[in-house]
């Protein structure tokens, strides 16, 4: 390209090349990049707190909203999580915002985790299994459980079943009824006997002729006959089943106990007011019986009601008073005690 310059001299032509008019005015070339310094410390502090607060922010998020997270490998598939039990006594409950463990349950005793706890079962005998014309099988009133439910607390022969009862000496019924107003039958006694008194044996075994060799009280029939408390009937029997009146267990107790009769056995029976009614037989062994304190007799102590059938209250009250005398249990206080 051609460029024509004035000078004082006139008019002068200068011939230029387009390439040194391109490099007269093109820009100046880009500058080069500044250089990056090293990082100081107050750089390093801003960073530092930097990432502080950010980790702060993350840790309330997470235990403020903790419930609304669901992860997978904490969640227990339903069919496989082990069932709620109780926390034991003391434990401190869990904080919000951890997962509970369920809480295994100690066992009290050395017994192995998972076996179950059964209740105590009374056994009860049916009454198809026992033999033809046995009463009912009896069972021990334990020392905590002495107390029979149709057994009122105020009732006049309670005191006397209940130590009884307590020393093992005396037995109810499987439903734990002592039954106290039911007729005793001889075998019965002889029972109450047996279990009650250790006394010196004979050598005389009698085999009566109404006891099969499969009775029931077989044993104590046999015990109260050696101990010399019960004898026979005419015609080698027995008589098992016979309710037996109050005049013979008296008669039975001062035999069995060898009761010395008073001098004057009238006397002392007259404090009776029915004394007539006692069989001659029985006259020296119910003197004997009553100047040893064996005597109760309810609602009136000064009647004796010898022909009347003894219940299971007077049998414990007789058999109780027996073994008071013998030293064996501790006296009693009754307003039913005849004290002559």
């Not at 040893?292 to 219940?311: E, K, R, S």
């Amino acid at each position: 390209m051609d460029s024509c310059l004035q000078t004082n001299h006139g008019l002068q032509f200068v011939h230029l090349r387009c390439e040194d008019c391109i490099l007269t005015h093109s820009p100046p070339p880009n500058p080069p990049p500044p250089k990056h310094e090293p990082l100081g410390f107050d750089d390093f502090v801003g960073i530092f707190v930097a990432f502080i607060s950010l980790g702060a922010v993350v840790l309330w998020a997470f235990t403020q909203n903790n419930q609304a997270f669901n992860f997978s490998l904490v969640e227990t598939a339903p069919a496989l999580r082990p069932a709620a039990s109780p926390a034991p006594s003391g434990s401190a409950p869990p904080v919000s915002g951890q997962i509970a463990s369920p809480a295994v349950p100690i066992p009290a005793s050395p017994q192995p985790l998972g076996s179950p706890q059964l209740p105590k079962v009374i056994p009860v005998v049916p009454l198809t299994a026992l033999p033809s014309g046995s009463p009912l099988p009896r069972v021990s009133a334990s020392p905590q459980a002495i107390a029979f439910p149709d057994l009122p607390p105020n009732f006049w022969a309670s005191p006397f079943i209940a130590e009884l009862a307590r020393r093992d000496l005396l037995v109810g019924f499987p439903d734990r009824t002592y039954r106290p107003n039911q007729p005793v039958t001889r075998a019965e006694f002889a029972t109450m006997l047996q279990k009650g008194f250790e006394q010196p044996k004979n050598s005389r075994s009698l085999k009566f002729n109404d006891l099969g060799a499969e009775f029931w009280a077989n044993s104590a029939i046999n015990e109260a006959v050696q101990m010399d408390f019960m004898a026979g009937y005419p015609g080698n029997t027995f008589r098992p089943e016979q309710s037996i009146p109050k005049i013979e267990a008296l008669t039975a107790l001062a035999n069995g106990l060898n009761l010395p009769a008073p001098s004057a056995p009238t006397d002392t029976l007259s404090l009776y007011q029915d004394a007539n009614q006692i069989p001659d037989y029985a006259l020296k062994p119910v003197a004997a019986a009553t100047t040893a304190g064996l005597v109760v007799n309810y609602p009136d102590h000064t009647v004796l009601n010898p022909q009347q059938i003894m219940t299971r209250a007077d049998a414990a009250a007789l058999i109780y008073q027996a073994l008071a005398h013998s030293g064996k249990v501790d006296p009693l206080n009754s307003a039913y005690i005849v004290r002559p």
